[in-house]
């Protein structure tokens, strides 16, 4: 069981999940799975199957691909969100700059909180395309 009183501050500095309300704070963090990497791991890679959304809780990564880095993550952050709700391959890769915790929201996880309560699915729906359409206007600007 994951401890609520660490995680739930969190959830609620995430823009993704601020509107969310107590209980489906405690939703989510009973199904997610804490993670501590060292520096310099590589989470994923660009082209492996996203399965999971990723929330940094402490330490920092960066989000890169052939072209360089596309972004530097601080906790609070998160990434990985596309994978919940499309079957493609990451489009990027991610690698820890320091010592990291993560919050890791699995996709089949993810599927279950949506049929027990729509209102996340609706808000991480919105997300996913403002963060779709983010990625979009970078690819056809080159704008980071």
């Given at each position: 069981m994951n401890d609520y009183n660490s995680i739930i501050p969190l959830l609620q500095g995430v823009p993704l999940f601020r509107e969310l309300n107590e209980e489906e704070h405690k939703a989510i963090i009973d199904n997610i799975t804490m993670m501590y990497y060292p520096a310099q791991y590589r989470i994923f890679s660009k082209g492996d199957v996203g399965d999971a959304l990723?929330?940094?809780?402490?330490?920092?990564?960066?989000?890169?691909?052939?072209?360089g880095e596309i972004a530097v993550?601080?906790?609070?952050?998160?990434?990985?969100?596309?994978?919940?709700f499309k079957d493609l391959p990451r489009n990027a890769s991610v690698e820890t700059l320091e010592e990291t915790e993560v919050v890791i929201l699995k996709k089949e996880d993810f599927f279950k909180l949506i049929a027990s309560d729509e209102n996340i699915g609706r808000l991480l729906s919105e997300e996913?395309?403002?963060?779709?359409?983010e990625n979009k206007q970078r690819a056809e600007g080159g704008a980071a």
């Open positions: 990723y929330i940094i809780k402490t330490g920092s990564a960066k989000v890169f691909d052939e072209q993550l601080k906790p609070y952050e998160f990434f990985g969100e596309m994978a919940l996913y395309f403002l963060r779709e359409s």
